[in-house]
């Protein structure tokens, strides 16, 4: 059975910084590419950002690039969000999701492209 369990959300200021950490467990997850994607209140979930199954190619959505750094520890079966210089534009729901089984160690962009979700971690930034 496939768990993704995230953590570290929390209510930080502007220009502040949280760490999220998602434990995964139930499949091979140095196998698989992991983002983190997220949704704020009225929208559409959108990808933040991704890792190869390997941790050596990243993706980065353009409103998070510099900001956020993106990360995996395969011999831990987790996967991290560093986010840094936070803005209140930057308050959502945070996802941990695994890619699905095409091309499965790839990084994808679309929440379609992946198959298994966490619940999600709220994420608030005040100005």
């Given at each position: 059975q496939v768990r993704l369990s995230e953590s570290g959300g929390g209510l930080v200021q502007a220009g502040g910084s949280l760490r999220l950490s998602c434990a995964a467990s139930g499949f091979a997850f140095d196998n698989f590419a992991m983002g983190w994607f997220r949704q704020a209140s009225g929208k559409e979930r959108e990808i933040v950002a991704c890792v190869n199954w390997d941790g050596g190619i990243t993706y980065y959505?353009?409103?998070?690039?510099?900001?956020?750094?993106?990360?995996?520890?395969?011999?831990?079966n987790t996967v991290?969000?560093?986010?840094?210089?936070?803005?209140?534009e930057d308050t959502a729901v945070y996802y941990c999701a695994a890619k699905g089984s095409e091309l499965w160690y790839a990084v994808g962009r679309s929440p379609a492209d992946f198959a298994s979700w966490g619940h999600g971690t709220q994420v608030t930034?005040?100005?």
């Open positions: 959505a353009d409103s998070v690039k510099g900001r956020f750094d993106i990360s995996r520890d395969n011999a831990k991290y969000l560093q986010m840094n210089s936070l803005k209140p930034v005040s100005s």
